[in-house]
């Protein structure tokens, strides 16, 4: 089975940076597409990131691209999120998914950014 854990959520300084680590287990081939969701109370959950694992493409919406990075390290299965110059906005819950979000949504991590 695929499973997904995000961790490496905290709290930190408007303008700070924070870097989520995803741990990739049980796909069957080594190319699949993983996301990074984020749902702020009261919000519905967005895609902030996604990447292909076999060519390293990355895709982010507009409004985050600069900001966040997202890589993966294959040979640790681990994908990552590098978050810069957060805002308050930024605050949510933070997932890890496939691309679609066709997994259980768990409980990810939080991030907490205070101004």
């Known amino acids: 089975d695929v499973q997904l854990q995000a961790s490496g959520g905290g709290s930190v300084q408007a303008g700070g940076s924070l870097t989520l680590s995803c741990a990739v287990s049980?796909?069957?081939?080594?190319?699949?597409?993983i996301g990074w969701f984020r749902q702020a109370s009261g919000k519905e959950r967005e895609r902030v990131s996604c990447?292909?694992?076999?060519?390293?493409?990355?895709m982010y919406p507009d409004a985050l691209k600069g900001r966040f990075i997202t890589s993966i390290n294959n040979a640790k299965n681990t994908l990552t999120l590098q978050m810069n110059n957060l805002k308050s906005e930024d605050t949510a819950v933070y997932h890890c998914?496939?691309?679609?979000?066709?997994?259980?949504w768990g409980q990810g991590t939080q991030v907490t950014v205070s101004s």
């Open positions: 998914n496939t691309r679609s979000g066709r997994l259980g």
């Open positions: 049980g796909f069957n081939s080594d190319d699949y597409a």
């Open positions: 990447i292909e694992s076999g060519d390293g493409r990355t």
